[in-house]
């Protein structure tokens, strides 16, 4: 039932920014975590972003200080913000929405590729 659906992804230089969406079909208050995570070609997938439904974050170490994870209740849209972009942040980015335990849903990814 559930749909995540990215945009925002392209083509960028390093040093660069992008502002990734993920707007929900159902209400973001519904979750208890949305998040952000990323897959680059022979690399497992790996946590960029989570957000809470209180509110609080966490961020992988790799991108502490450069991204950051919002939202905008009213649309039901989670962003993540980038910023300074390298190279090692190619990969095809991924919205998760859970309700623990019983539900995870996943949006069809959207790529970022940064130029160097």
């Known amino acids: 039932q559930v749909q995540l659906v990215e945009s925002g992804g392209g083509l960028v230089q390093a040093g660069g920014s992008l502002r990734l969406s993920c707007a929900a079909s159902?209400?973001?208050?519904?979750?208890?975590?949305m998040g952000w995570y990323r897959q680059a070609p022979g690399k497992e997938r790996e946590l960029v972003a989570h957000?809470?439904?209180?509110?609080?974050?966490d961020y992988a170490d790799s991108v502490k200080g450069r991204f950051t994870i919002s939202r905008d209740n009213a649309k039901d849209t989670v962003y993540l913000q980038m910023n300074s972009l390298k190279s090692e942040d190619t990969a095809v980015y991924y919205c998760?929405?859970?309700?623990?335990?019983?539900?995870?849903?996943w949006g069809q990814g959207t790529q970022v590729t940064v130029s160097s």
């Open positions: 998760k929405a859970a309700r623990w335990p019983q539900e995870e849903y």
């Open positions: 159902r209400s973001i208050f519904s979750f208890n975590v």
């Open positions: 957000i809470f439904r209180g509110g609080a974050t």
